[in-house]
């Protein structure tokens, strides 16, 4: 499925409360009941929503994130915003890891006026962008590309990743869990997720504000790994406390 505008606004805002009635998504679209009810027939059965008696909620699959191109879409603005902060933070003259994603995609264009980036990377959009950059060296790993996101994963990029030490890794998550696990879904990427951060001297989580108390598979790490969070909005309970308490600076990039 190919969401329209509409359609990509009433996942973003589903996505922005976990839940809403079809008479709020209605008034918020500025559209009639009958509309929202034939959108939401078609982001369910696309298994984008859950449908129950007069609203709709997020699916939380735990084993399957949304497609790339919804995401790509959902939350563009505070992506934007984030990927801002972390261009300013982000020095000249550094090296740099970076994984896969659409946040992480959105700081790869935000750096494009640094100058002395050294970039590796398994997310062969984040190269594509950079290497327009020529005051920026991007080296991709190997591995095997997924189609969906052109991503790269595998061992040999595990591998890969194992010859550096670099001044940061930059990581984007599919969701954060109350207990402070940062998780996602592919066994394969959080491999090397794993690697980015071992091997990194400091380590920065950019993510929307939706990903907090988002169940997923697969545990990549724990707040107490990150060294900075970079997001849209004040993270709910219990998370500021869990910040707090892992010592992780929290930079919210505010409209």
Request: charged share 20%; aromatic share 4%; with cysteine.
């Amino acid at each position: 499925m190919n969401p329209n505008l509409r359609q990509l606004k009433l996942l973003q805002h589903v996505h922005e409360h976990s839940s809403s009635t079809v008479d709020k998504l209605a008034l918020h679209l500025g559209v009639t009941v009958q509309t929202v009810r034939r959108d939401l027939k078609r982001l369910s059965e696309a298994g984008l929503l859950t449908r129950f008696h007069g609203g709709v909620r997020l699916p939380n699959s735990t084993i399957e994130n949304i497609g790339y191109r919804q995401r790509e879409s959902l939350h563009a603005e505070g992506k934007r915003r984030i990927a801002q902060a972390v261009a300013r933070a982000v020095p000249n003259d550094c090296s740099l890891l970076i994984n896969i994603g659409t946040t992480t995609e959105a700081i790869a264009k935000a750096l494009l006026h640094h100058t002395g980036l050294r970039v590796i990377t398994n997310n062969i959009n984040v190269a594509s962008i950079l290497s327009r950059n020529q005051n920026c060296e991007v080296i991709v790993t190997g591995g095997v590309v997924r189609p969906r996101d052109y991503g790269i994963v595998g061992e040999a990029t595990v591998d890969f990743i194992r010859q550096f030490k670099v001044d940061i890794a930059l990581i984007g998550i599919s969701g954060i869990e109350a207990d402070g696990s940062l998780r996602d879904y592919d066994y394969r990427e959080v491999k090397v997720s794993q690697a980015i951060i071992s091997h990194a001297r400091e380590v920065w989580l950019a993510t929307d504000a939706s990903k907090f108390n988002r169940p997923a598979m697969v545990k990549v790490a724990e707040l107490v790994q990150i060294d900075r969070l970079f997001t849209d909005a004040p993270p709910p309970e219990p998370f500021p406390d869990l910040l707090a308490h892992a010592q992780v600076q929290c930079d919210i990039a505010a409209a």
